[in-house]
């Protein structure tokens, strides 16, 4: 089982970045998936996550309007399409995998994981 993310990097304070999630080994069209990021000192929190038809999505309230997020079963791939960036979004970002559709907001309920991209916003 792998989850690759990838896409972090530096940036200025209202410009973009897109983040992908790689997945791997495990039945990526049965998993619903979750983007969560810990922010230096912080605890890991919800960004946003799709479920597994991609119908629907949900967002922190600190993100919505801003960050996209979206799948493509094709290509076992998830996508953070992230917007207006802040530099209290500097964090690393991670994806997740969950074999249900419910409870996307809680990380405990999260049995894949990957490695992590780190997003770094500069004012």
């Known amino acids: 089982v792998q989850l690759q993310a990838s896409g972090g990097g530096l940036v200025q304070a209202g410009g973009s970045l897109r983040l992908s999630c790689a997945a791997s080994?495990?039945?990526?069209?049965?998993?619903?998936m979750g983007w969560f990021r810990r922010a230096p000192g912080k605890e890991r929190e919800f960004v946003a996550g799709i479920t597994r038809s991609g119908d629907t999505t949900y967002y922190a309230d600190s993100v919505k309007g801003r960050f996209t997020i979206s799948r493509d079963n094709a290509k076992n791939t998830v996508y953070l399409q992230m917007n207006s960036l802040k530099p209290e979004d500097t964090a690393v970002y991670y994806c997740?995998?969950?074999?249900?559709?419910?409870?996307?907001?809680?990380?405990?309920?999260?049995?894949?994981w990957g490695q992590g991209t780190l997003v770094t916003v500069s004012s």
């Open positions: 080994g495990f039945g990526f069209r049965g998993n619903s």
């Open positions: 997740g995998a969950r074999s249900s559709d419910t409870n996307l907001h809680y990380s405990r309920y999260y049995r894949f």
